[in-house]
C-alpha cells in the first residue's frame, strides 16, 4: 500500500473529487481525516470507507475560517496522533455568467474558499509541518487557472492564484522538507459541473467536452491517482510541480 501509515485531510471531502481522494487514499492505506461543510455528505464517505475496511473520521469545518483549519489538526492529532498530509480540494465557483453580473456576494465567496482556505491551511499547519521536519500541501486548482473560459473570469483568476501560491509556497517551504504540489482538473462530472457550465443539457456537455482532445470529463478517480502520487513516498523529490489532469486540454 502507497500510503501505509501516513495520515492525511481532504477538505471538501463529501462528494465530486474529495470523495474519490478520500476513498483511493484510504484503499493505499492512509487515515483520512474527511472535512466538509457538508455533513451529511462527510459523514456518508468516512462511512463508506470504514464499512470498506479502511479508516476515517469526519470532522465539518469550513475551509473559510482558520479557527476551523486549528480545529482540523486537532481532528487530526487526536483520533489519529500525527498529521502527513493536506488536500487543499475543496472549492467553489460562480455560476458561469457575464463578469460584471458576478455579485460581491458571489465573489467574496469563491475567494475565501479558492484561495483564503489555502492560506488559512498555511498559517495553521505549516508550525506542525515544520516542528515535525515534514509535511505534505497538494492544492487541486484547475486547468482554468492556466486556460480561462469566458464566463468564468473570477473563478479562474482564484484558481491561478490557487496554482502561483502554491508554487511560491514550495519555493519558501522546500528547506523545511514540506512539499507542495498542485493538481489542475479539466470540467469534471461532479456536483459543480452545471455550475461551470451556466447549464446542465446534452448539447451543453457535447460543447464542453469538445474541446478536451480525449473527448470526456474528468471524474474523481482520475483526480484521485494524480493526488496519490503527489502524496506517496514516490514523489520525494517533487515540489512546486502541476500534473494537468485534462485530456489534453493545456496542450
Sequence with gaps: MR?????????GGGSGFGEGIATRFA???CQVIVNDINV???????????????????????????????????????HFGKLDIVVNNAGTTHRNKSMIEVTDEEFDLVYDVNVKGIYYSARNLVPYF?????????TIASTSGKRPRPGLVWYSGSKA???????????????????????????????????FMGSDTPEVREKFASVIPLGRFSQPSDIAAACLYFAS???????????????GRCV
Design 130 to 138: 515544520r516542528a515535525q521536519g515534514s509535511g505534505n500541501f497538494i
Design 233 to 247: 513516498d514516490e514523489a520525494d523529490f517533487i515540489t512546486g510541480a502541476c500534473i494537468d489532469v485534462d485530456g
Design 27 to 29: 484503499q493505499e492505506g
Design 3 to 11: 500510503l501505509e501509515g501516513k495520515v492525511a485531510i481532504v477538505t
Design 40 to 78: 451529511d455528505g462527510g459523514n456518508r464517505v468516512a462511512q463508506e470507507i470504514k464499512n470498506s475496511g479502511g479508516q476515517a473520521v469526519f470532522c465539518e469545518g469550513n475551509v473559510g475560517s482558520s479557527s476551523d483549519w486549528a480545529d482540523l489538526l486537532s481532528c487530526s492529532l487526536d
Design 161 to 195: 492564484a490557487a496554482i502561483v501560491s502554491s508554487q511560491a509556497m514550495a519555493l519558501e517551504l522546500a528547506p523545511d522538507k514540506i512539499r507542495v504540489n498542485v493538481v489542475n482538473p479539466v470540467a469534471g462530472d461532479t456536483p459543480l459541473l452545471a455550475e
